[in-house]
């Protein structure tokens, strides 16, 4: 028999799973669900899809929800053998849930549920059902995510104060588990990213009173846990590691040890923050936001080349139309989510998916475009927040930074009309937008006299900043004349203040990358995030400043221990290396097919596997000799 699943309307598992994701913020005692529009998933479905049988054959239904199956012109209810054929029938299953998204599991030889299905929500046309390769046996419940689990035993236990501080090996998505030598008796856990965290009992973002029954605190970030008022003698203590089994089928190992170190901590910091979608960090937000997704789709293509998780990360972003809010809020985020089906068109070819969000990309760019000046510049409406980064930037009007993406978006949609076979008039207007905002950005912001992008013509300042002027490169709306003036103007204008978010210095080491700068790229590497690694980092962080006293590097947003130490937007180096430095290049993912353009000069040996399409790459250098293999 093919390969049945639980099929759904499709994006209302994403939405419904993200609301539990994005709900599921807590902070010092303190529920703090995300502030921005939450998206419901529909509670009436049908679905259906006609067969024409040769001969008798019988199915089964099954569904958490409440509802019937109409084989023909008679209803059954769930979990009922029903009988059919030969000859022409259709089959409609409608199904309601209040709890949850409708679902269903339907099982026999010839009528299944696959992805051939309909779903209707009385609203709108029918469209193709959702399914996850996750859920395709009859006894899973497609609301239920079931994580996998591993046991981390302490590798430390100091005595401090009155109490005992445990220190895990690396940080981790646990649950802790106390188990009591000499019987139960109230406790309290202080969990912590940091050392430093897990002794503050005042600031210390989790504490928790075990479970009297199981002994369990809830699933958190934590390294550290300090249990006060008790003694070594009393507890035993474990953390169950709980998460979203992803392979990691990338490897590098270089004759660089540090390189390996901050490929490796990138690594085991990019897992924990790969779940059931890219969220930001494991402590603070736990959220699922626009920009640090798009990071993660170009890290993911390099290290574990997993296009479900992108998939259901795309879809619960950007949730049903019609679109009234930006995503997260923030202007820039939803731009950023245009991006991201090109980045993951492109890493796996797969025309099904964009065929699915094509119409909402459509009606996005709509949205944008209600919020252009006269110009045809995008503004920020009251309530907009314009982010791209924690920075000095001259917000006033019009913002450079975010012209640049809204041009390459335009660009993206020209991009991928064609790649569908969209009618010429469709991706002809991308095109024609895209140009005619090209040539504005260049007339407004850029400064002859400064040599570079200004961020605002409206205030008057010319102030320059690094961000536009980046962007001004990676999505080539600078010539090679200006991109170069730009390199020497800001990038290595000292006077420009640095970037001191691992988000943004992703986007400047690329650009670097692309002006050939790849020896100044990997020693800023070692700088920055050998940085980290020197002040203790097993994660890399939010944020890292090396200006700033180590009695407050924990710090952020005016808040003692508010910087997350875990950050996906900081796992950066792992497409930085494969991308530029072992060259590799997807040119065509369902065949396997890509390039090679290294340089590994800076190393003096290499052993390197990098995922493409179904295959994986072996990159072998010897210092003199490059050797590389298709693994299958």
Known sequence: MSTAYWIWYPGDFELYHAMKQNFSRIERGCGWPAFWKSEGFRNRVVFRKEYGLEKETAFCVYSKAVGYVLAGDRKYPFGERIVCGPGQIRISVHAACIETFPSVYIKGNVIYSDKTWQAEDYGA???????????????????????????????????????????????LTAVLEITYKKGYRPLRVYC?????????????????????????????????????????????????????????????????????????????????????FFIDGIKRDKWIWGGDAYQSFFVNQYLMADADINRRTLLALRGNDPMTTHINTILDYTLYWILSIKIHHEAYNDLEFLEQVFPKMCSLMEF?????????????????????????????????????LFAECYKTMAVLGRCLGKETAVYTAYEKKYELLKNNINAFYWNSEKGAYIDSFSSGKNHVTRHGNIFAILFQIADKEKQEQIVENVLHNDAVPQITTPYFKFF???????????????????????????????TFWEEYDPDVPEAEQYDMYGDKFGKSLCHAWSASPIYLLARYFVGLEITDPVKGGYELHPHLEYFDSLDCILPVGDKNIHVVWDGKELTE???C
């Open 508 to 538: 400047e080491m690329d650009a670097l990358c692309k002006m050939g700068y790849l020896e100044e790229v990997l020693i800023r590497i070692r700088q920055y995030w050998g940085g980290m690694l020197e002040r203790g980092a097993v």
């Open 192 to 276: 912590g990213e940091s050392r430093e965290e897990a002794l503050d009992r005042e600031h210390c973002y989790y504490s928790w009173e075990p479970e009297p029954d199981t002994g369990r605190c809830p699933r958190c970030a934590v390294r550290y846990a300090y249990i006060p008022d008790c003694g070594e003698e009393e507890v035993e203590i474990k953390a169950v590691h709980q998460y979203v089994d992803i392979p990691v089928r990338a490897r590098f190992v270089s004759s660089d040890k540090l390189i390996n170190r901050i490929w490796s901590v990138a690594e085991h910091t990019f897992s924990l923050c790969s779940g059931i």
């Open 125 to 171: 046309a029918p469209v193709m059902a959702g399914y996850s390769n996750h859920f395709t046996r009859e006894e899973q419940n497609p609301s239920v995510w079931i994580y996998r689990e591993k046991i981390y035993l302490p590798v430390s236990a100091e005595v401090c104060g009155d109490g005992i501080l445990y220190g895990f090996e690396t940080e």
């Open 368 to 404: 944008c475009e209600s919020q252009l000046d006269g110009h045809g510049f995008i503004v920020g409406r009251k309530g907009d927040w314009i982010f791209i980064d924690w920075a000095d930037l001259d917000k006033e009007g019009a913002l450079c930074a975010e012209q640049m």
């Open 629 to 631: 293999y298709t693994l």
